[in-house]
């Protein structure tokens, strides 16, 4: 794949953020969708294979099939093969998770991705926070290839969702 892959506070909007890091900083994009935040979740924790673009961002390519699974985010190919995207250290239903991403490699380093729901007047806003860029081999580059890769993925999620996309 190319690089794009506690308790939450009872107020999602106050949900805590990754440390910026040395050097590098994070990023955050955040879209709507409609409907509530409970389905807004699930559409992204549950039915990812139907929305992520596997074709462009994966390991194993179109066919594969990524879900969340217990404390982990996985993509399997059909020969049976399996990649670890990364590892969920907070799930916090239906308000937020937060795991360490490394889709690709190995977990020897990995970034921290955050991703919260919130009701808005128009539905459900998530918000996605990337940061941990300095293991990476290039960290200005590996944040570059995921600051242009994620407003796709995130577009794809909206479509699913029934908005109107970028």
Known sequence: MENLFSHAPSDAAETP??????GL????????????????????????HLWW???????????SYVEFEENLILES???????????????QPPLSFHASWHPGSSAVWSTELRVAFRAVEDGTELRLVHS?????????????????????????FVRFMGGDGA
């Not at 409609?34 to 559409?43: H, S, T, W």
């Not at 190919?77 to 799930?91: E, F, H, K, P």
């Open 17 to 22: 953020e990754p440390a910026p890091g040395e």
């Open 25 to 48: 900083d994070q990023f955050v994009f955040t879209v709507i969708v409609p409907g509530a935040v409970a389905r807004a979740f699930v559409g992204f924790t549950e039915h990812t």
């Open 53 to 63: 673009p596997l074709e462009d961002h994966s390991v194993f390519g179109a066919g």
């Open 77 to 91: 190919a059909d020969d049976g093969r399996t990649a670890i995207w990364g590892s969920i250290d907070d799930w």
């Open 132 to 156: 941990g860029w300095e293991g990476a081999e290039d960290p200005a580059a590996t944040r570059a290839e995921y600051a242009a890769g994620w407003p796709g993925v995130l577009d794809r």
